[in-house]
């Protein structure tokens, strides 16, 4: 399908598409990265042909019953992200309306807790368990431990010496690559502060 575009230009794109024993394609959030790696494109290109090179991509790479899982998985996947186009706009016109009534800090937190919630219900409608588990999980608990921290910090009711003590325990619930990608952040930001 001739060059790719030019914001892809430069890039290299590893196979990392595993199967089983048996060919049965290997369920990664690999998997996920090579659909997004195409459909970034999307500002550039129509739809239609970034989903023929994922296709030309899925066919060069692998074969049944792989081939037809992964098309499946793509199938869910872009189901999956035409539907969360909607919730974005729906979201986006609900804050405008809350920075026009410029009362949007609780508001806010609801609103964003019900963004979660749906994206996380239509991620569970459109995509396989598995699928989802393997592509999302890490994010939906990120996701959540980033909500939990807002309540905490949103909480005038609390000492700074108790919220930094439920910050530090919210944390201590993280799985431990979390922990430690979040630490190695929080030490640059220390040595900014101190610099």
Known sequence: YGNLPNSLEGTLLDNKLETDEYGHLIITDDIKYLFDYFLSTINEENLDTVLLRIDEYL???????????????LTQYI??????????QEMGEQVSELEKEQNIDGQYLQLLRHRLSQRNRLRAQYLDPEVNEK??????????????????NADKSI?????????S???QMLPDTVRQSMRKSQIIDELKIRT
């Open 59 to 73: 066919n060069y790479y692998l074969q049944e019953p792989a081939l037809s899982e992964s098309k499946s998985i």
């Open 79 to 88: 189901t999956l992200k035409s539907s969360l186009v909607g919730l974005e």
């Open 135 to 152: 592509f999302y999980q890490e994010e939906e608990t990120y996701d959540e431990y980033t909500y939990s921290r807002l309540l905490i």
């Open 159 to 167: 000492t700074a010496k108790d919220r930094d003590l439920k910050l």
């Open 169 to 171: 325990n919210l944390q």
